[in-house]
């Protein structure tokens, strides 16, 4: 997949596919947030999580091995989910996506980069304290293995070690857009309203602390 749409490519009218990556920690409320995006803005919402859960309810050997890692709060190997996501992305007749949970670490970036030769046009950053974010998956209740108290912390510290440094990434390449998550889901919105209205030119100004989740 390049950054064009496969089904333009011979007509002469190649339409350019728009990306963006939406991350935050564990119960930040990404998928809340994407669900608004995606109605009010018309982008995709694919949520790499959700994509993960549905392997391994396929039974599949590479389901067994996800739920696994997904039980351990660990991450995926970057080779699995971006071919899941890749294949979503290219079974959806879309050219606005709007990727909830992704990237997580500098390997998802880079196989991201690799195998699709695309980039996100920016990335929304849901930063919030670590606990507010624990508060609200204790009382989530949508029935997720990954919702228990030790799977929380251990995703918390996957956070702080491995997703942190692809959010500084692209804090370093102009394209984080950071909203303050732990406010009301209304109060979010209005911030995120904001950046997706504002589109390219709404950059953050690099900050030596980019993340409340830091400060803990
Ligand atoms: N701003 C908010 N204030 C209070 N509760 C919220 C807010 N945003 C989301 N929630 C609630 O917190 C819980 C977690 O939200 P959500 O599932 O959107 O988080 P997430 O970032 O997608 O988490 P995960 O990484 O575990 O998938 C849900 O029960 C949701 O209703
Ligand atoms: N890029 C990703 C995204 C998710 N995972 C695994 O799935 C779990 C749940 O993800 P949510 O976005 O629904 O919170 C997560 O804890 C990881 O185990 C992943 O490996 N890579
Ligand atoms: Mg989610």
Redesign the pocket.
């Known amino acids: 997949m390049d950054s064009h749409k496969e089904g333009d490519r011979g007509s002469g009218k190649q339409k350019k596919v728009k990306i963006v990556f939406v991350i ?12 608004r995006i995606a109605q009010q803005f018309g982008y995709t919402h694919l ?1 790499v ?1 959700e994509l993960l859960r549905q392997e391994i309810n396929s039974g599949s050997e590479t389901g067994s091995m996800i739920q696994k890692i997904m039980k351990e709060g660990k991450l995926v190997p970057s080779d699995v989910t971006v071919r899941l996501l890749q294949q979503a992305m290219q079974e959806m007749d879309s050219d606005k996506f709007l990727i ?2 992704f990237p997580r670490n500098e390997e998802n970036v880079q196989t991201f980069e690799n195998l699709t030769k695309m980039e996100p046009e920016f990335v929304l950053l ?1 930063d ?1 304290p670590q606990d ?2 624990e ?3 204790l ?4 029935g ?1 293995e ?2 228990n108290i030790e799977t929380i912390r251990k ?1 918390f510290k996957v956070f702080m070690e491995s997703t942190l440094p692809a959010v500084e990434y692209y804090e370093s390449k102009g394209k984080l857009r950071k909203v303050d ?8 919105f209005e911030s995120v309203k904001a950046i997706f209205s504002q589109g390219k030119d709404n950059k953050v100004r690099p900050s030596r602390h980019c993340c409340k989740c830091l400060i803990l």
């Not at 998550?181 to 979010?188: L, M, P, Q, R």
């Open positions: 935050g920690g564990p119960g930040s409320g990404k998928g809340t947030q994407c669900k949520s999580g909830d949970g849901l919030c507010e974010m508060r609200r998956l009382s989530r209740n949508e997720r990954d919702d995703r998550a732990g406010k009301s889901i209304d109060e979010v």
